[in-house]
């Protein structure tokens, strides 16, 4: 159950880092190219729902301060150099997390501090 938790709990960080960063692929040209550009072909493939919250993701991304983007981008490195078994494994926990209700939730969020708390062996 502790193994659970602790990858429940990496999959919810680096998932979220990932979506705030997912249209980027090519953050460092982000001020000199158009945001379709650095989004490439994907772009095109995405519904209109998905164009929009990427574009949403990107402005908020560009307004977090520049020790925080670092720190997003470095997830999202990490994330990508994940093999794709262990990533589709962590959207899998991370989408059995986000179908809990807030019972359960509320529960996993209890038994998280918990462990968190314990001393490391």
């Given at each position: 159950?502790?193994?659970m938790?602790?990858?429940?709990?990496?999959?919810v960080?680096?998932?979220?880092?990932?979506?705030?960063l997912?249209?980027?692929?090519?953050?460092?040209?982000?001020q000199n190219?158009?945001?379709?550009?650095?989004?490439?072909?994907?772009?095109?493939?995405?519904?209109?729902?998905?164009r929009?919250?990427?574009?949403?993701?990107?402005?908020?991304?560009?307004?977090l301060?520049?020790?925080?983007q670092?720190?997003?981008?470095?997830?999202?490195?990490?994330?990508?150099?994940?093999?794709?078994?262990?990533?589709?494994?962590?959207?899998?926990?991370?989408?059995?997390?986000?179908?809990?209700?807030?019972?359960?939730?509320?529960?996993?969020?209890?038994?998280?501090?918990?462990?968190?708390?314990?001393?490391?062996?």
């Amino acid at each position: 159950m502790r193994s659970m938790l602790v990858k429940l709990s990496l999959a919810v960080v680096l998932v979220s880092g990932m979506f705030t960063l997912w249209p980027l692929k090519h953050l460092a040209q982000a001020q000199n190219f158009p945001l379709v550009q650095l989004i490439g072909q994907d772009w095109y493939e995405l519904s209109p729902q998905e164009r929009s919250r990427a574009l949403d993701n990107y402005r908020r991304f560009q307004k977090l301060p520049q020790e925080r983007q670092r720190t997003l981008e470095e997830r999202y490195n990490q994330w990508q150099q994940l093999p794709t078994e262990e990533q589709d494994r962590i959207r899998q926990n991370y989408r059995r997390y986000r179908d809990m209700n807030s019972d359960q939730k509320e529960d996993f969020s209890r038994r998280y501090r918990h462990w968190r708390s314990q001393p490391r062996e």
